[in-house]
């Protein structure tokens, strides 16, 4: 039986692990829930799961789930999520805590040789030599959960890295594929959180509209798979139904397609090497009836050369990209900024950035904290400019 912790329960990565884990009770069992403040949410899942021990980012909601849960040990704030990533009776630890807070608790479960079902690609595009030089010196294996990335991980697996060719990353569009720039300016963050195909977070679901998550996903794959990032292309795919495909240097094409829904790669997460049976409906292509491919218009959605503009300059430069990211998303829903503007304070906070080497986290950190108050001035700078 595989011991599992899990980071972010709350979310729907981790509210999708629970669901799966509940069918095969007798391949897993939960030793660990950590989350921000859900506290409600939370108290059920300790009631059906029975943990030993809970984190609970918030300190207030910390201590209120102190007061009226009883027979688990709860911990607080982020030297308690520490605590819970590197928890002795765990086998595997599920990242899935949303953004660049599960860094440092995701390095830590690798610094305790805890195996990482990765859902926060974050933490590689902030810290990606960091993490896999880690993983790699203490043989703790990072399975993808990303439905593009684990796509990728079955693609390559039995095969030689240096037959690859290229690697494809998907992606839906989102709900703006066929808008205008002109039409861009206008749209609402309600609009934007209709997604046409997948049920995620807030962050995550805007990251998709402008297409952001996609070149984050990029760094991501360059450093799951060593791959260079000339090496790694983007497609758009409405259907979502291929998830990503591998080239080979024969011009063959190995392809990994089902219907979206995140229990399939979150299954094979937690099981992997096995499959588990029954996860997901199985894919009729002849109910799908056709499936279409174009490239991404970059001038629509200029996130794209910006995150590949950062991983080529490398160092601090993919942390403050992410962090500038998450700060705009942040003042695009509060309605602080429009649409378009996401992408033009992640770039402007660029370009006022010294990149550093990124070789120790300390540094990584710093960038974090520079990147986060820098673009908080940019978008007060945005917003002097229209009054």
Not at 184 to 205: N, R, S
Not at 297 to 315: H, M, N
Not at 322 to 347: C, G, H, Q, W, Y
Request: hydrophobic content about 40%; some cysteine; proline content about 5%.
């Amino acid at each position: 039986m595989k011991r599992l912790v899990i980071l972010g329960s709350s979310g729907s990565i981790g509210r999708n692990t629970l669901d799966v884990v509940s069918k095969y009770p007798d391949k897993f069992r939960v030793v660990g829930l950590a989350v921000k403040r859900n506290i409600n949410l939370l108290l059920e899942q300790i009631e059906k799961f029975r943990p030993e021990i809970v984190g609970v980012y918030d300190e207030a909601a910390a201590e209120q789930l102190r007061r009226v849960c009883s027979g688990v040990r709860v911990v607080s704030g982020m030297e308690g999520l520490k605590e819970i990533a590197g928890f002795d009776n765990t086998d595997l630890v599920v990242s899935a805590i949303v953004g660049s807070q599960g860094l440092i608790p995701t390095y830590e479960a690798i610094i305790a040789g805890k195996d990482i079902a990765l859902a926060t690609k974050e933490v590689l595009v902030m810290a990606g030599k960091i993490i896999m030089k880690e993983a790699s010196k203490r043989g703790v294996k990072i399975i993808p959960v990303d439905s593009e990335h684990s796509a990728l991980f079955q693609c390559l697996e039995g095969r030689r890295i240096e037959d690859v060719d290229r690697l494809i990353l998907t992606a839906s569009g989102g709900p703006f594929l066929r808008k205008t720039k002109t039409e861009l300016e206008k749209v609402t963050p309600d609009e934007a959180l209709q997604h046409p195909t997948w049920d995620m977070g807030k962050k995550i679901t805007i990251d998709s509209a402008t297409l952001m998550n996609k070149g984050l996903e990029v760094i991501e794959a360059y450093w799951l798979f060593g791959i260079p990032v000339e090496k790694i292309d983007i497609v758009l795919h409405p259907q979502s139904i291929v998830h990503s495909m591998v080239r080979f240097i024969d011009g063959s094409i190995i392809a990994q397609m089902s219907v979206p829904d995140m229990r399939g790669p979150i299954s094979y997460a937690l099981s992997y090497p096995e499959r588990l049976r029954d996860v997901i409906r199985p894919l009729n292509l002849s109910e799908i009836g056709e499936l279409t491919f174009e490239e991404p218009d970059p001038e629509r959605f200029p996130s794209i050369p910006l995150t590949y503009k950062a991983l080529k300059t490398g160092g601090t430069m993919p942390c403050v990209l992410n962090t500038a990211n998450e700060v705009a998303v942040n003042a695009f829903l509060n309605r602080d900024i429009s649409f378009p503007e996401i992408v033009k304070v992640v770039s402007y906070t660029m370009e006022r950035h010294d990149t550093g080497s990124g070789d120790s986290l300390e540094e990584i950190l710093q960038a974090y904290e520079w990147a986060k108050g820098e673009a908080v001035k940019i978008i007060k700078e945005f917003q002097k400019a229209k009054e």
